[in-house]
DNA sequence: AAAAAAG
């Protein structure tokens, strides 16, 4: 179901498309359509396990790299289908449940992935939980307004980058996964799935910058999923410990949970199994899981070290890994942590597996030290539709510190009045610290106004509560620190309210994400003051790069601050960040990627400057 | 300086 907003704009795309291609970028999507679409994907490196080298193996010996195989991802030949027999047309959905000639790892000792498929099968996660949520919309995955990622610029550079595909139909991912893909209802791919997809079922690493609900989780989701399943893996040696071949990581641990319900949409009935875990729940449950098998583990740091260091979960076999929040999980806190999890842990080193980083906001400095975890990369962004520019309208009001509770209140009553809350629409509000969401979240609740708060000082299943209250409708106001700034994918936001202002633009950019989301309009107000000079300019030309109205005054306390941070965003106006390995001077000298690298401009289309398309239609409905 | 993440 699409709104006649979406309609025009699909509509005026088409004819963009036809009227003016700039001739450079028409003739390389030609060419890319016609031609090497069509043709065989580059194999890439096959990984044997180091405690398997020795074995022997089967007559389906791995490609050697540089042949000119069929598309066929990873193949370690024990007993498994000749290769090419999981395409389309010869893939079973049920495969390997009955223990046939290809068992799936793990198969025969139980540890492996798919061994549950069974009772998975009972289970449909297609289900809504949330009764509510469908009260409001109905249909939630049909009212995603796809057509407004149709047509924003994308960059792709690195070596050979791969082409992008048109369609799902274009990119063989299994019938399995298809049929999956249908029941979530995503008609088309999404920018970032186009180009994202192919790299990465090219075996490639990738460091893709676009905003999370464009369809990233997906995006890196579908060639896991679909590498797993065709893929010959090696049964799992006998144990406790668990032995995923794909590992995700998050920041949040909310953020895990929902990346794994995805997960597990996407991979019923692939016989793949996805399983998450994470801290402030009890460890015993999961400890279940792990061993009922396990291909994909979506995980938080901390637990996971926890697992590994009882080894519970060994990455020994990891063939992907995906950082979700991928600037965030290289920030101060956390790089330590994670680079103990990728480089000693015994996962393969980058080469033998495939990594992929994902984030709205990749500073040029953590891209930096995130080459480190990646091969021959390539960097891929995303206009940035659907995120900070286009289709949330950001309002800036001066307002002292003393001042806020009165005028937040007054923003709520206004809201109240306007059927704000009857429609179930919702209002995020952001805080800096810990107590003081507490103590607003109080304050809103003694002053009669339904709301929450999540933090990381509550318990697990206080934060799990809170966010499934406010989801519902059942508290329409949630107050919030960073915890809930990334990822989550919350329908019906349709304010976000900036109580404190974040110091950083990124985690303003991250926040304000949370609304506007899956295409539609959203409105974010800041409440800024002295303290957040620091932000002044960054966020005036945030601002104006998305075609905001920026306050006379905001302007003016810009060109006053200095220094504060970073005050030039990473990048021009169209994407959310350019590859470093472009700015010159970061790395001259330090030549570790081998040559030039290829720019390609993949799906760029005529005539629209990134947002001129939406920018100026969509009107608030509220101002 | 604060937030998150193990208990």
Redesign the pocket.
């Known amino acids: 179901m699409t709104t006649s907003w979406a309609d025009s704009v699909a509509a005026s795309e088409e004819e963009a498309v036809a009227a003016a291609p700039a001739p450079a970028a028409a003739a390389a999507a030609a060419k890319f359509s016609s031609d090497q679409a069509s043709q065989p994907r580059p194999t890439r490196r096959t990984y044997v396990p180091p405690h398997l080298r020795s074995r022997p193996q089967s007559s389906v010996a791995p490609a050697p790299p540089s042949a000119a195989a069929p598309a066929v991802i990873d193949r370690v030949g024990y007993g498994g289908p000749p290769a090419g027999s999981w395409s389309t047309g010869g893939f079973r959905p049920d495969a390997g449940r009955s223990g046939g000639g290809h068992v799936p790892a793990g198969g025969r000792n139980g540890r492996g992935g798919g061994r549950d498929r069974g009772r998975d099968r009972g289970v449909n996660p297609f289900a809504d939980k949330d009764g509510l949520e469908q009260g409001i919309v109905g249909q939630e995955n049909a009212a995603i307004n796809f057509d407004a990622y149709e047509d924003i610029p994308v960059e792709a550079t690195g070596n050979n980058v791969p082409p992008p595909a048109g369609t799902f139909a274009d990119i063989d991912l299994g019938e399995a996964l298809n049929l999956n893909i249908q029941r979530c209802k995503y008609v088309k791919p999404t920018p970032i799935q186009r180009h994202a997809i192919p790299i990465s079922l090219a075996g490639r690493d990738l460091m893709a910058c676009a905003q999370t609900g464009s369809g990233k989780t997906a995006a890196f989701c579908f060639p896991i999923i679909s590498g797993i399943m065709r893929g010959r893996y090696v049964q799992r040696p006998r144990g406790r410990t668990a032995y995923p071949l794909a590992l995700i990581l998050s ?4 953020l895990s949970i929902q990346i794994h319900e995805e997960a597990r949409k996407f991979s019923y009935q692939t016989g793949v199994k996805a399983v998450v875990a ?4 009890p ?1 015993n449950q999961q400890l279940r899981e792990l061993e009922r098998g396990v291909d994909i583990l979506v ?8 697992l590994l ?1 009882r080894a519970r979960v060994s990455l020994q076999i990891i063939k992907y890994l995906a950082l979700d929040e991928a600037d965030r999980m290289l ?4 790089e330590p ?1 994670i680079r103990k999890i990728v480089e000693q842990t015994g996962m393969p080193p980058c080469g033998l597996r495939q990594t992929m980083l994902f984030s709205a906001t990749f500073p040029k400095e953590i891209q930096r030290l995130a080459s480190d975890f990646l091969s021959n990369y390539i960097y891929l962004t995303v206009g940035r539709v659907g995120s900070s520019t286009d289709l949330i309208v950001q309002r800036v009001e001066r307002v002292h510190e003393s001042d806020k509770r009165s005028h937040l209140m007054d923003l709520l009553h206004a809201q109240r009045e306007n059927g704000f809350h009857g429609k179930q629409a919702l209002t995020l509000v952001f805080v ?6 507490d103590s607003l979240e109080n304050w809103l609740y003694t002053n009669g106004f339904p709301a929450t708060s ?4 509550r318990s697990q299943q206080e934060r799990e509560l809170a966010l499934r209250s406010f989801k519902s409708g059942r508290t329409p106001i949630l107050v919030a ?3 809930a700034a990334r990822g989550l994918d919350i329908p019906h936001v349709a304010h976000v309210i900036n109580f404190d202002l974040p ?2 633009i990124d985690d303003y950019v991250h926040r304000i994400g949370r609304t506007g989301r899956a295409g539609n309009t959203g409105l974010a107000t800041a409440f800024f003051n002295e303290n957040s000079s620091s932000l002044a300019r960054p966020l005036a030309e945030l601002m104006q790069e998305a075609n905001q109205e920026v306050p006379a005054w905001l302007t003016h306390y810009a060109s006053r601050s200095h220094g504060g941070g970073r005050s030039r965003r990473s990048g021009g106006s169209r994407f959310g960040g350019r590859d470093f390995r472009r700015e010159g001077s970061f790395n001259r000298g330090t030549d570790y990627y081998g040559g030039g690298y290829n720019s390609t401009g993949h799906g760029v289309s005529a005539g629209y400057g990134g947002y001129g398309v939406y920018g100026t239609g969509v009107t608030s409905a509220w101002e």
Not at 251 to 254: C, F, I, N, S
Not at 331 to 334: A, K, N, Q, V
């Open positions: 920041p949040t641990r909310e994470y801290g402030g729940a460890i995980a938080t740091p901390g637990r996971l070290v926890d260091e920030d101060m806190g956390f942590q800096e610290t810990k107590r003081g969401a999540i933090h990381g000082d620190t960073d915890v110091n950083d």
